[in-house]
């Protein structure tokens, strides 16, 4: 009860982020955070707004410590969005830096002109 009391004045972007990364939090707080949402009663698409953005934090995150060469890529699971609404929050990520590392990387015409 006292959790839920200090998640009333929380966004719903953290119950929302609770509740997906449950592993990180006491089962108390994902309880709570379910029980706040649920009062709350957030229409659809704020629902989905907030749990696209918890997921990108997700996905950022997980590129962020992902190697190419250890790591067999996974998508992580969303109790808010359907597997082809997170595989579109992926290519978004994804698009994003690979547009930052297209960035750095040299344009191999101005080399072979300059030979």
Known sequence: MELELQYHSR???FLIRVI????????????????????????HGDLLKAAREVMTERINTYLDGFSVVNDALVLPQSHFLNEEEVKLVFRACFSARKGEFDDMIPEAWKYVLGA
Not at 20 to 43: G, H, I, T, Y
């Open 11 to 13: 966004p719903t972007v």
């Open 20 to 43: 997906e990364q449950s592993e990180d939090f006491r089962p108390e707080a994902v309880v709570a955070a379910k029980q706040v949402l649920r009062q709350r009663n957030p229409s």
